[in-house]
Every structure is written in C-alpha cells, then in structure tokens.
C-alpha cells in the first residue's frame, strides 16, 4: 500500500472510490449477478417487508432497487463511497428514489481507523481486542434495526483493503481480515431483529485463482463450492468452513446466530473480465439471544 501522506481510510476509500467510477458504466456487465443477488434478497425478504439495508452497495449495479423498492418501505445504502451510493441512487426513478436513504461513508470493518492510530500500534496478537469496538463503531454509524440485512459483496473487497494495510506481515494481514470477518457477521447479526434473517452474499474465488470461467455449461457449482472449500482454493475470509468457525467462536455470534444455510452459488462475470464463484448465506438470528454482560439483547 503507498498511501503516502493519505491516512489509510482515507486511501482505501480513494482506492474504491476509483474501482466504482472506473466500473460507473459497466451496468450491462452485472446483469445476471443482479438477478441472483436481488432474487436472493427477495427470497428471505419477511412478510411486510418493512426496512432492508444493503451493505456494499456501491453503484448498486448488483441491485434491482426498482425490485426491491416494490417490496420494502424503505432501503437504506451502506458504503465508504457517498458517490456510487448517489450514482445508483441518481438512475432510479423518483419513486423508487423516495424509498432510498444513504449512508456514506462508513467504513463497514470499522477497523480502518483504529488500526492507525499510533497510540496502540496494532500487531496480530492485538487484534482481536479491536473487535468489540469496531462492530460498534459500524453499528453507532447506522440506524438500529432493519427487518433484513444484505452484504453485497464487500467483505472480500475490505478484506482485501487490510491485507495492503499489512502488506509484508502475513500473521497481521490474517489477523486483521479474520476481524474484519467477525465484525462484518456481527453488524449484520446485531442489525435484525430476533427471529430475523440477514443474507450474505460474497465472491468466495476468482477466476485468476481457479478457472471458474473456463467451467462446462451446467456444472455442478454447489459441488464445485465445496470442492473448493475442502481443497482452500476459497479466499479464506470468505471461505464458508472459515464463516461457520467464526460464527462458532465468536461469542457475540455465538449467542446470536441460530443457523447458516448456504444457498445455491451462481458464476459472475465482472469488470477486467474476471469471472467469481459468488454464493449466498442466510443467517438467522435467535428468537432470543443474551448480551455479553447476561441481560437479555
Ligand atoms: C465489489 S463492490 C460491490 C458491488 C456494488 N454493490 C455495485 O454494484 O457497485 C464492493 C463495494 O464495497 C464498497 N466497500 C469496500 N470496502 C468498504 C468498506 N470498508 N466499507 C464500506 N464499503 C466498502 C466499495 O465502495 C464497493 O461499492
């Protein structure tokens, strides 16, 4: 990473404000992404629908908001780049507009920048103790509860951002993208409601690490994900056996997660013509769950 005089939110924000300007065009390109991923927020949406926040939203080129605007009150955006949240927010008509609320920037890892801050250098072993304070950090950010929560492909893209932050430290890159991970399962956790569903959906591999452009018509990609998953050809962040763990071992997770069912995986062919393996995850949340300090969520 040379951020030179850049604090480092202030570069990754700049490095993915250039990706979503660079890709502001490439609409056409997410055409059946944007099919599976609006389907599968539309599948776990609850009745009446109510509040749905989208995480990552970006250009929204992987979002039908017109869809989705038909079937929930209100959508709120969620990303570090306030431009591409108002270049999607700017192509929908003004009623699907009037449904629409920003929140930008935010930093969904929340570790941006506490990891700078010299007064508590960051190091693997002390990375973990940012976690509590990071997810609230996220969660102070936006408002308390939604009736759904999606992840639209970010988690790989902030993990990425902490892996140039530690770039020449492999334990500190793994430390900080396995809090990342943490913090980013516990935001959508912590933002539905008891009994509430909240859907996440990443790109779990590339085609620059596997072939996944070069596959049959009608291979098997359920089988092909777990292949992959056995063989860790997955980007480990995003690797369900590394997903289903965290939810394990984490105890604000583990209070709060009742299942993780992993839905059916669809192929993308994206900007720099990459193709990505993308799968959904629906977490349930509890009925009731207990806070940390034993009073009840
Ligand atoms: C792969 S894109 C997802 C595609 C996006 N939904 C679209 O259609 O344009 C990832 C999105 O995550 C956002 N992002 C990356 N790191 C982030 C972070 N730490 N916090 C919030 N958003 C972030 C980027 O700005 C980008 O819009």
């Not at 790989?156 to 430390?175: I, K, R, S, Y």
């Not at 056996?241 to 992993?262: H, I, K, Y």
Request: net charge neutral.
């Amino acid at each position: 990473m040379s951020a030179g005089r850049l604090s480092f939110f202030a570069w990754a924000q700049q490095e993915e404000q250039r990706g979503n300007r660079d890709g502001r065009e490439d609409g056409a390109l997410y055409a059946q992404h944007r099919i599976r991923a609006t389907a599968a927020i539309l599948s776990v949406a609850p009745p009446g629908s109510g509040r749905l926040a989208l995480l990552g939203a970006g250009n929204a080129h992987d979002l039908d908001l017109t869809a989705l605007a038909a079937a929930f009150e209100e959508i709120h955006l969620v990303d570090i780049d306030p431009a591409a949240l108002a270049r999607a927010s700017g192509r929908q008509s003004p009623a699907v507009q009037r449904k629409l609320h920003a929140h930008a920037p935010v930093d969904l890892s929340g570790l941006y920048q506490a990891i700078e801050d010299r007064r508590r250098p960051v190091s693997p072993g002390t990375v973990t103790a940012l976690v509590d304070e990071a997810a609230a950090r996220v969660l102070g950010q936006l408002p308390p509860r939604f009736d759904l929560v999606a992840s639209c492909c970010v988690l790989t893209q902030m993990t990425w951002a902490l892996g140039a932050f530690a770039e020449g430290d492999p334990a500190l890159a793994v430390a900080l993208q396995q809090a990342a991970v943490a913090v980013h399962l516990r935001t959508l956790l912590a933002l539905v409601p008891p009994g509430r569903r909240a859907l996440l959906i990443t790109d779990a591999v590339s085609s620059s690490v596997y072939p996944v452009d070069q596959l049959e018509p009608g291979t098997d990609l359920r089988g092909l994900l777990d292949r992959l998953t056995e063989q860790s050809l997955l980007f480990q962040t995003a690797n369900p056996v590394n997903v289903r763990r965290t939810l394990r071992r984490d105890p604000f997770l583990l209070a709060r997660c009742g299942s993780a069912e992993l839905g059916e995986p669809w192929l993308w062919t994206g900007p720099r013509t990459l193709t990505y393996l993308v799968y959904p995850m629906v977490l349930t949340r509890k009925e009731a769950s207990v806070r940390l300090d034993g009073r009840p969520d």
